[in-house]
């Protein structure tokens, strides 16, 4: 399996959201710790695009065969990390991943 790319995000001000775009075709680890996945959005389709995250086990906790444009409000929790895999013929899908961690450390 492909090593995914460390995406560092800081938290929001204020807050312990933190979100970020995957806008690129891949594989990216956003968080490395236990979190909670809050939501997906996406914002573009992409060309052909699929996506799935799995926790840092490799649990599905979310997939999209086909991307089409929606919201998708999940409130589920990830061990040991979040990761976010697009698949896509030419153009990626934009996907806004939003997430909580248990505090404001950037690990």
Not at 60 to 85: A, C, D, K, M, Y
Request: contains cysteine.
């Amino acid at each position: 399996m492909i090593e995914p790319i460390d995406i560092r995000v800081p938290a929001a001000p204020g807050s312990l959201m933190r979100s970020h775009v995957v806008d690129k075709i891949g594989r990216f680890r956003l968080c490395r710790r236990d979190c909670e996945l809050y939501s997906v959005q996406i914002m573009n389709a992409g060309a052909f695009a699929r996506a799935t995250v799995t926790d840092g086990a490799g649990r599905r906790v979310w997939h999209q065969p086909s991307t089409f444009t929606g919201s998708f409000w999940l409130s589920g929790g990830l061990e040991g990390g979040l990761i976010v895999e697009v698949h896509s013929k030419d153009m990626a899908a934009h996907l806004m991943i939003n997430w909580r961690e248990k505090d404001r450390d950037l690990v």
